[in-house]
């Protein structure tokens, strides 16, 4: 059973999400510190490069190249959806050609960049269990507790991560990793 202040930060990171100007997903993630939000993260990305699009095949060589040479080109069609999903990529694959940062990764870049200590804190977001790389970011971060809408885990790595090291995983309705 999800408690008020779970309700109202889910609430918070799917408001969040809608920042995202990602075609293939929308995820927000928050840092909670004593009921406070700390730091707030939204795949894309990094400040200042163009997300997938008109811009990005404009400057982007490499993925215009590869793009083009997997698909056979349909310029409109191509600019407004995910890059890997028009070259036929499954979920987490074909990755070379994506330059977004995971919501989880922004969430504690953001915190670091504004001098707030990220330590005990507790990360919630609207998705599952982070990949391996956002929770090697968030062990060494020093959280202490992950808040998903799924628990299921993105990759085998990131399963291994998860059952050792020590982070406590549950759900939105409370139940926990096994």
Known sequence: MEDRWDKYYKTVCE???TNSKCYS????SILVRDRSIIA??????????????????EHDEFLRT??????????????ERCPRRAMNFASGDGLMYCI???A?????AN????????????????DQIPCKVCLAVLI??????????????????????ANYSGIKIRDFEGRRMI
């Not at 707030?40 to 095949?57: A, D, F, S, V």
């Not at 989880?104 to 504690?108: D, F």
């Not at 915190?111 to 609207?126: D, K």
């Open 15 to 17: 408001s969040i999400s």
């Open 25 to 28: 997903r929308r995820i927000g």
């Open 40 to 57: 707030t993260g939204y795949n894309g990305p990094p400040r200042g490069i163009p997300h997938c699009g008109k811009e990005r095949l």
């Open 66 to 79: 590869h793009m083009f040479r997997t698909i056979e080109p349909r310029i409109d069609e191509d600019l």
């Open 100 to 102: 977004a940062a995971h």
């Open 104 to 108: 989880e990764q922004n969430c504690v």
């Open 111 to 126: 915190a670091a960049r504004m001098g707030v200590a990220t330590l005990g804190s507790t990360l919630y977001m609207n």
């Open 140 to 161: 060494n971060a020093g959280i202490k507790e992950i808040v998903v809408t799924r628990l299921n885990c993105y990759d085998p790595e990131g399963e291994y991560l």
